[in-house]
C-alpha cells in the first residue's frame, strides 16, 4: 500500500469501545497529512474485520503478532487492557516498530522500566499517553508559573475524583476494581493528573501516603452479581517538591456532587485554580481561574488560543492528537518531544513511592 503518511496498526480497536474509537480515531483523522489508519487486530479475526468495516480501514489482521511484523505498518498503536500492554508492546518494539501505548505502560514498574530498555535499544519512538502534559490549559500554566504570576510559589493542593472505584460497576470496567490488572484509581486518573501537576511545579522529592477502601464488595449492574474489589477508592498524598514546594492530594473514588478536580496553586503574589469535572485531568475539559496583587477575586483565565496549536479544543480528541503530532514529528525529524517510555517509567517511581508509602505507614 503506497502512502506518504505515517502507516498506523491498532491492536484493540472496537466500534463501541470507550477510547480507541472515541479518540484515537478522530485524532488520526483530523491529521491525515500526518498519519494513515492501514489496520487492525483485535481478539479474533471477525472483530478486526467489523472494525474495518466500521472505520473504512484496508487491513484486517488475523492476530496481533501478524500486524506487528506486517511491512505495511509503521507505527503500532496498543489500547488494549494493561494486563496485555507488555507483551505486545515488546513484540512490536523487538520488531522495530514505532509504538504508542496508552498510560499505564507497563503492570507495575519493572514491566515499565523493561519496556524502556527495550524501546532504548531498538532506537524506535516509543510514546505513552499521559495526555494531561500536552493539555493546552497546561501549557498555557506552565507559562504562567514560568512568567511569575503567582511570585513563588508557597503549596499546591489537588483533589480530585475517579469516577470508578465505588461500590458498583458495568461488567466491562469490573476489572479495574481488581488490583491485579494494573488498572487502578492511582495508576488511571491520580497517575495522569500527577504527570501534569509534575509537569508544570517539578516532581517529588519526598512523600507519604496511605492508600484505604470504603469498599470491599462491588456490584455488577447488569447481573447483581458482587465481587471483590481490591483496588482502594481513598488516596491521599503529602510532599514536598524538588523545588521545595510543599504539596497535599486527595483523590477518592466515585462522582462527588461538590467538586471533581481542584488543583490550587498558591504563591506571594498571587493564587491560581484549576478546575474540571473529572480527576481524570488527562480528557477533563479544565478551567484557570486566577487573581493576583490587589485582586481580590479569582477571574477566568482564558488560554490564548496559540496554545491549542490549531488542534482539536474537546480535550477528549485534541489531547491525542497533539501526541501524535509531536509523535510524527519524533519519527520525521528525530526529535524527543512527545510523552516517552523513559517519562512512564519516572511516573512509574513516583506511584511506587505512593503504593510503598501507604504499605509501610
Known sequence: MKTNGIRVGFIGLNPDSHWASK????????????FEIVGVANTNYESA???????????????????????????????VKVPHHFALVKAALESGKHVYCEHPLGNGLEETRLLAEVAAR??????????????????????????????????????????????ETVGDLYYLYDKANGATMLTIPLAHTLAGVTRVLGSFSELSSRMTSNFTLVKVLETGEVKSKTAEDQIMVIGTLTNGIPISVHYRGGISRGTNLLWEINGT?????????????????????????????????????????NLPEDPLVGNVARIYKLLADD???????????????????????????????
Not at 516517552?340 to 501507604?358: C, G, H, R
Open 331 to 361: 519519527i520525521r525529524i528525530h526529535t524527543r518531544n512527545a510523552p516517552s517510555f523513559n517519562d512512564a517509567v519516572q511516573l512509574y517511581k513516583l506511584l511506587n513511592n505512593i503504593e510503598t508509602s501507604a504499605k509501610n505507614a
Open 122 to 167: 531498538k532506537d524506535v519512538v516509543a510514546v505513552v499517553g499521559t495526555q494531561m502534559v500536552v493539555a493546552p490549559e497546561i501549557l498555557y500554566l506552565q507559562q504562567l508559573i514560568k512568567d511569575g504570576y503567582v511570585g513563588k510559589v508557597l503549596s499546591t493542593t489537588l483533589i480530585g475524583s475517579g469516577g470508578s472505584w465505588r461500590n
Open 23 to 34: 479518540s484515537h480515531v478522530p485524532a488520526l483523522k483530523f491529521l491525515a497529512e500526518d
Open 49 to 79: 474485520k467489523r472494525s474495518c468495516e466500521a472505520f473504512q480501514i484496508p487491513y484486517a489482521f488475523h492476530n496481533a503478532e501478524a500486524l506487528i511484523n506486517s511491512p505495511e505498518i509503521d507505527l503500532v498503536i496498543v489500547t
Open 269 to 309: 503574589e498571587g493564587d491560581i485554580q484549576v478546575r474540571g469535572g473529572s480527576g481524570h485531568g488527562q480528557l477533563a475539559p479544565l478551567s484557570i481561574f486566577g487573581a493576583r496583587g490587589i485582586e481580590k477575586e479569582l477571574q477566568l483565565l482564558k488560554v490564548p488560543v496559540e496554545f491549542s496549536n
